[in-house]
T-cell receptor, first 110, second 113 residues
């Protein structure tokens, strides 16, 4: 079983749609959680950190459920510019190891 | 301000050769980490260095080694290259490790023939 699992997609949605991505992690000792965004043939960039209380940044909302070892990302009012691969990331071992999911690909269409 | 820089951008090697990849972190960042990204997969963690000391190591064979210099730049070395080492190698820097935002460089694309 992979340490971090994501639905690979692709998700193809129209502009303005709401889309949700899920991620599960296997190691209960995971400590920090993030969503990164990676555009085609570019480097990953931090989208947002994920906290137990849930957090929101504009159209993006992230949730963490430690009991179920589950992380989610919700994107509201999708824009064409949201088209990218979204990577779920957890850290382990006193934050000295970082594990990425394989990514979920999103395409927003006009 | 300059971001994370990596060199070279592209590299072609043959099996059995060795390769050295270089990374310069953002000014003021003391932590550098290395990742391997195979097409269609997420990055896989190789090494993390902080203040010139190895802080973490992923599940990679001993053919992979790295170091961090006094100016916080870093090198990743891979010996006895295999076809399966063909990938994008990413370097990321941060202020203090994985709790902090990782800023990635553009990567080095390595092709092993």
């Amino acid at each position: 079983r992979k340490e971090v699992e994501q639905d690979p997609g692709p998700f193809n949605v129209p502009e303005g749609a709401t889309v949700a991505f899920n991620c599960t992690y296997s190691n209960s000792a995971s400590q920090s959680f993030f969503w990164y965004r990676q555009d085609c043939r570019k480097e990953p960039k931090l989208l947002m950190s994920v906290y137990s209380s849930g957090n929101e940044d504009g159209r993006f909302t992230a949730q963490l459920n430690r009991a179920s070892q589950y992380i989610s990302l919700l994107i509201r009012d999708s824009k064409l510019s949201d088209s990218a691969t979204y990577l779920c990331v957890v850290t382990l071992y006193n934050n000295n190891d970082m594990r990425f999911g394989a990514g979920t690909r999103l395409t927003v269409k006009p | 301000d300059a971001g994370v820089t990596q060199s070279p951008t592209h590299l072609i090697k043959t099996r059995g050769q060795h390769v050295t990849l270089r990374c310069s972190p953002i000014s003021g960042h003391k932590s550098v980490s290395w990742y391997q990204q195979v097409l269609g997969q997420g990055p896989q963690f190789i090494f993390q260095y902080y203040e010139k000391e190895e802080r973490g190591r992923g599940n990679f064979p001993d053919r992979f080694s790295a170091r961090q210099f006094p100016n916080y730049s870093s090198e990743l070395n891979v010996n006895a290259l295999l076809l399966g080492d063909s990938a994008l190698y990413l370097c990321a820097s941060s202020l203090g490790g994985f709790r902090e935002t990782q800023y990635f460089g553009p990567g080095t694309r390595l092709l092993v023939l």
